[in-house]
């Protein structure tokens, strides 16, 4: 998965031919199909800040796209906060995507008075700032490499992924989750070839990673023989970097955090509960065999939300995870589109509107198919609306 999305040449995030976003790409999120949804994300974050800070205030965004989501968070902060935006920390591998982030935001750093800096990965970001830390990370956890593994009578054995004789198919069967359900098997997606070069194969006896991965957290420490699990350590440790950040600990060996240093918000695909067999791809807004045309396709697996919260639970305080739907009704989707459908100069505006924020909370759709899960320091330990909605 690293490989495929991150490879220097050839990796789907990396090539400056593949057209991933938009019509015209293999996906469309959610801050490109309305300016709204950055806004009240924003929204969320500056209601945070003003209830614990009036520091200057650094922006950090994780996988930030075309950079959409950020430039109307930005004009959010700018709008509620004065001059009070400082800086803005985008981590991004991708020098494709680094070159459209800079032309979409630098007009705006410009003309809030902030600066702009680019990072491989959020350890290469200070911990300790004097700023306020807000860290927004919108569909990056699901695109972190992950290891699969299975519970057998011989323990937590992984499956990997493996060459596949002319015989054989990549289709393995659907392990048991607890009564979780999993993603369709693959051979039921468009591009599955008859005989592709690859397969799964479960490895001979637990190996180290299965075994430490297996222990790694409570919950899957009981699960029953057959139960086959999707876990990303780097999903762990990267949370856990997020963590530190929004807390303000100057390393990590540091005492107690300060509790009103920071706030985050993660909006992905997934649920409170590991998944099994969610891993997918995804090219021109279908679902593919995800050993289809490597390099060219999205890859994509369910976040387990429970794990995130877990990495950071004695950093800060997490709220949720919530649907997208229920998030965003909760900060007035609603009344925001009612104002720019008044606004609007055309019935044809109007009704494009509408149909934006429809899609945002979809409940077939985005609206549950997205989690939103809420961080904020230690102090807030009471909730934060609208995770707090009855």
């Known amino acids: 998965m690293q490989m495929c999305l991150s490879h220097p040449t050839q990796g789907y995030y990396m090539n400056p031919h593949n057209p991933i976003f938009g019509s015209k790409g293999d996906f469309v999120t959610s801050p490109e199909i309305s300016s709204l949804f950055g806004e009240l994300l924003g929204v969320w ?23 959409t989501l950020m430039q109307d968070v930005m004009r959010v902060v700018a709008r509620f906060g004065g001059n009070q935006l ?11 995507l680094r070159a459209l982030q800079d032309d979409k935001l630098s007009p705006s750093a410009l003309k809030y008075g902030c600066t702009l800096q680019w990072h491989d990965s959020v350890d290469q970001i200070p911990l300790g700032s004097e700023e306020y830390t807000m860290v927004l990370a919108h569909e990056f956890f699901d695109a972190l490499p992950f290891h699969t593994i299975e519970k057998t009578d011989k323990g937590w054995q992984e499956i990997f992924i493996a ?33 592709p070069r690859f397969r799964y194969v479960l490895s001979p006896q637990p190996t180290a990673s299965s075994t430490l991965l297996g222990l790694s957290s409570a919950r899957f420490r009981d699960m029953r023989v057959g139960s086959r699990l999707e876990v990303s350590p780097l ?17 990590p060996d540091a005492q107690d955090p300060i509790p009103s240093r920071g706030c985050g918000l993660v909006v992905d695909y997934g649920a409170n509960h590991v998944s099994g067999q969610s891993f997918r791809a995804f090219q021109k807004h ?29 950093l800060v305080s997490t709220h949720g995870p ?4 229920a998030f965003l009704e909760g ?37 549950t198919e997205y989690m939103v899960l809420g961080l904020s320091g230690q102090a807030n330990k009471d909730g934060a609306w609208p995770f707090t909605a009855p």
């Open 235 to 251: 999903a762990f440790k990267t949370m856990r970097a997020v963590g530190n950040l929004i807390a303000g600990k100057q390393d």
């Open 163 to 195: 060459l596949a004789e002319p015989d054989q198919t990549s289709v393995v069967q659907t392990a048991t989750l607890d009564g979780h359900e999993s993603a369709p098997a693959v051979s039921e997606c468009r591009g599955a070839e008859p005989f």
């Open 45 to 67: 974050l500056m209601s945070q800040w003003m209830q614990s800070s009036k520091q200057p205030i650094r922006l950090i965004e994780l996988g930030p796209g075309r950079g």
């Open 322 to 325: 919530i649907s997208q739907a």
């Open 86 to 96: 400082a800086s803005v920390h985008l981590v991004e591998t991708s020098p494709t």
């Open 286 to 314: 279908e679902i593919v065999d995800v050993f289809h045309a490597p390099g060219e396709c999205d890859l994509t697996a369910n976040v387990d939300f429970a794990y995130l919260a877990e990495a950071v639970r004695d």
């Open 331 to 367: 900060m007035g989707l609603q009344l925001r589109i009612d104002s720019a459908v008044a606004k609007a100069a055309s019935e044809e505006n109007k009704a494009a509107i509408r149909e934006m924020g429809r899609r945002l909370v979809d409940p077939a759709g985005m609206g």
